[in-house]
């Protein structure tokens, strides 16, 4: 089974969007160490500076980013950082490159 996801969110400022991809490049470092089966991630800033898109694709039944403890940081106060609740939209696999 696959599944996809988009997120969109916007930080409440600058400052909160910093702390966010900060928070974001952790989630990272750690999944290139432990290197999770299943799972396709990736996290855009968008030009605005505030706004911000994540895109996931777990292959299989287990979500590796449950298993993250980076990523349960990066949530952990997430409502302190960003205007109103994430936007999380299921998405069909079309087709990717690279991704």
Do not use: C, W
Not at 24 to 30: L, P, T
């Amino acid at each position: 089974m696959i599944n996809a996801a988009v997120v969109r969110y916007e930080t409440r400022s600058d400052a909160a969007a910093e702390e966010n991809e900060k928070l974001v490049r952790q989630v990272f470092e750690e999944l290139n160490r432990e290197r999770p089966e299943g799972l396709r991630y990736a996290a855009l800033r968008l030009a605005d500076g505030v706004g911000f898109v994540h895109l996931v694709i777990v292959e299989g039944d287990a979500d590796p980013l449950s298993a993250s403890a980076a990523f349960a940081e990066f949530r952990g106060r997430l409502s302190e950082r960003v205007v109103g609740s994430p936007e999380r939209t299921p998405a069909t696999v079309v087709g990717s490159y690279r991704f």
